[in-house]
């Protein structure tokens, strides 16, 4: 990854069953900042609703670090298959690959592998840098990717609760 | 709801509050988040309307139960703040972010990102600390036992809005 100059800009997202503030008395189901991904759904990732940031770049060469806390949770369907979250940058999918692991796909082994019987819940974070080589002035859109392997069900900001989740993009001077 | 945070520039300042510690919360079946002691710190905006991102991190142990728990962070200034993460029923905040419907009897760590826009004016004192809540158990502990600690804290950073 590149090493960076100065620090320059930073756009913030939150997207689930909260506002903004993040600590409202009461939650408000959102089906539009939710996802599941079924049994079928393996082996890729998917875009998280509600997750999209997007903003101008102001300069030229930028790096951008992406951050994102996620809210997850795995059903007891799947017998101990993984999960894995990573980020579309400009209409690129970065941090994460399609496929299994035996067809050179990710491991899909950030969360969840491994438990026998069922999973739950977990926390997870990403981070990724990419340098994209943009012009100053150029439109982009990021945001956040779910996936997971194998029969494994995957619920993220879980339904009918104030889950929520975070996300976050730092534009840093090339050095 | 989603909510795009508008656009910041330059960080103004970088606070942290790092402990090493043992903390284990009374009141855990009550769906509440309690204060982890000795996590609060202040500081003062150093400019009005400032984005503050706040990264907490927290480890510690789910024993003999099936229930989640969760970490957050309080801020607060005045009257002005309150809890990211509702913590008052059953329906609130769903504890799902380690450990809920797996097996009891295992470590979990939680990393969370916080983006706060907190409206406050420059020179206002701001205070942050950690805030730990479990669902339907009373053997979550934040770190095992007193002789098992290790180091939780959180790493506030204020970016300019100008």
């Given at each position: 990854m590149a090493s960076t100059g100065r620090h320059l800009n930073i756009w913030g997202k939150r997207w689930g069953?909260?506002?903004?503030?993040?600590?409202?008395?009461t939650y408000s189901n959102t089906p539009g900042d939710q996802l599941f991904l079924g049994s079928s759904d393996n082996y890729a990732y998917y875009d998280c609703p509600g997750s999209e940031i997007s903003f101008t770049t102001t300069i030229t060469g930028g790096i951008y670090l992406l951050r994102c806390d996620v809210q997850s949770y795995l059903t007891s369907t799947g017998g101990g298959n993984g999960i894995n979250y990573c980020f579309r940058f400009n209409g690129t999918q970065v941090g994460g690959t399609n496929g299994s692991s035996s067809a050179a796909g990710d491991t899909w082994q950030r969360g969840g592998h491994g438990d026998s019987d069922h999973v739950g819940c977990f926390s997870i974070n990403r981070m990724y840098v990419v340098q994209p080589g943009l012009t100053a002035g150029t439109t982009v859109t990021a945001n956040v990717m779910a996936g997971h392997w194998g029969s494994a069900e995957l619920y993220h900001n879980y339904p009918n609760y104030a889950t929520y989740s975070d996300f976050y993009i730092e534009e840093f001077a090339p050095l | 709801m989603a909510h795009n945070f508008a656009q910041a520039g330059k960080c103004l300042q970088i606070v942290n509050n790092m402990k090493f510690d043992f903390f284990q919360p009374t009141g855990?079946?009550?769906y509440a988040y309690n204060a982890i002691a000795n996590t609060a710190k202040d500081f003062t905006i150093k400019e009005t309307g400032s984005l503050i991102i706040v990264e907490s991190y927290t480890q510690g142990w789910m024993g003999g139960s099936t229930g989640g728990c969760n970490s957050t962070i309080r801020w607060s200034s005045g009257s002005t703040g309150g809890i990211l993460g509702r913590g008052s029923s059953s329906n609130g905040d769903g504890w799902s972010r380690s450990g809920d419907g797996g097996e009891s009897n295992r470590s979990w760590s939680n990393g969370r990102i916080h983006c706060i826009d907190h409206g406050l004016t420059a020179g206002a004192v701001i205070t942050i600390d950690l805030m730990f809540g479990a669902w339907?158990?009373?053997?979550?502990?934040?770190?095992?036992s007193v002789s098992y600690k290790s180091v939780m804290g959180w790493v506030a950073s204020e970016f300019s809005r100008d």
């Open positions: 069953n909260v506002g903004k503030t993040g600590f409202e008395d | 855990q079946t009550t339907s158990t009373t053997g979550s502990t934040v770190n095992y």
